[in-house]
């Protein structure tokens, strides 16, 4: 039984920063990849940022330079500091992860987070 709660959205200011955090709990065996996602109103779902279980970072375009993932191993946490937010990265952000938990498989399956609404007004 794992889960994934995010936490941390909010109400921000342009220019504003904010950090989300994700946590996981369940009996988990191995960590893989960690990610977060968000969607806009209107738009697919995508991807913001990635992290790899070699700590290696891949993000958006759109956010690159102002974002920063990171991940906590022990606490089988990832978080998102948001700095300098622009109004178009409203959206609901999720967390997803995959790691391979009692029940399996091996390589590991995708756990999502329900979301965080994150608004950038001024």
């Known amino acids: 039984q794992v889960q994934l709660v995010e936490s941390g959205g909010g109400l921000v200011q342009p220019g504003g920063s904010l950090r989300l955090s994700c946590a996981a709990s369940?009996?988990?065996?191995?960590?893989?990849?960690m990610g977060w996602y968000r969607q806009a109103p209107g738009k697919q779902r995508e991807l913001v940022a990635i992290i790899t279980s070699r700590n290696s970072t891949n993000y958006a375009d759109s956010v690159k330079g102002r974002f920063t993932i990171s991940r906590d191993n022990a606490k089988i946490t990832v978080d998102l500091q948001m700095n300098s937010l622009k109004p178009e990265d409203t959206a609901v952000y999720y967390c997803?992860?995959?790691?391979?938990?009692?029940?399996?498989?091996?390589?590991?399956?995708?756990?999502w987070g329900k979301g965080t609404l994150v608004t950038v007004s001024s």
């Open positions: 369940g009996t988990i065996f191995r960590i893989n990849a």
């Open positions: 997803k992860m995959n790691l391979v938990a009692r029940i399996g498989p091996w390589d590991g399956m995708e756990y």
